[in-house]
């Protein structure tokens, strides 16, 4: 399969997670029925190698779209959202995301953006805070999530995690790597998460 192929079988694979659960999907709604397909360069990062060789489990559920992102990572456009001096050489080097559907491409959404990311295990990502409504959905291994507000919360495949807009919260894997997916919506799509303290 080519490039084009590859990204649709994963958005197909997604669609097929939304539709297996409920909250997830009327979150989304419709709006994975038909993005326009726009191509971005491939880039790579080293964080995709450890994601590649990770053995962290799935579920039934997101099994087939764990291995459709890994059959894919080579055309993928792998980035990273913050400088070494935010988060640290090893934060860096344990870390990648990819936007499937964003107002970007590769599938041009205005109003939803799903992005995929990867952390290793043993990293901790600092309380953070953004504009549009969030759902994480785990993948692949697991993570404590927290937010201001709430208990810290110890999430594995097939768990979904919400965050209203502007609410600070972090996760930690220091047991298990992560692989999750995120679905947000609302104003500031293609904005950078805000670093700082939850309160």
């Excluded at 090893?90 to 995301?97: E, K, N, P, S, V």
């Excluded at 104003?187 to 670093?195: M, N, R």
Aim: proline share 7%; net charge negative.
């Amino acid at each position: 399969m080519n490039a084009a192929e590859r990204l649709h079988a994963v958005l197909a694979e997604v669609r097929a997670l939304v539709r297996s659960q409920p909250d997830l999907a009327a979150f989304v709604g419709a709006e994975l029925d038909a993005p326009d397909y726009a191509p971005v360069a491939a880039r790579h990062l080293p964080a995709v190698d450890r994601m590649l060789q990770d053995t962290a489990p799935v579920s039934r559920a997101t099994e087939a779209l764990t291995d459709a992102i890994r059959r894919t990572a080579s055309v993928l456009q792998w980035s990273q959202s913050y400088s070494e001096a935010e988060v640290g050489a090893r934060f860096l080097q344990g870390y990648a995301w990819f936007d499937l559907v964003s107002p970007n491409g590769p599938f041009c959404h205005g109003g939803l953006r799903v992005a995929v990311g990867y952390w290793a295990q043993g990293l901790h990502y600092p309380e953070h805070k953004h504009g549009p409504e969030e759902v994480y959905c785990v993948l692949a291994g697991s993570a404590t999530f927290s937010a201001a507000g709430r208990a810290p919360v110890t999430a594995g495949p097939g768990d979904l995690i919400h965050h209203p807009p502007w609410m600070p919260h972090a996760i930690d894997m220091a047991d298990s790597s992560l692989l999750a997916i995120a679905f947000w919506r609302g104003v500031g799509l293609t904005d950078v998460s805000q670093l700082g303290a939850v309160s």
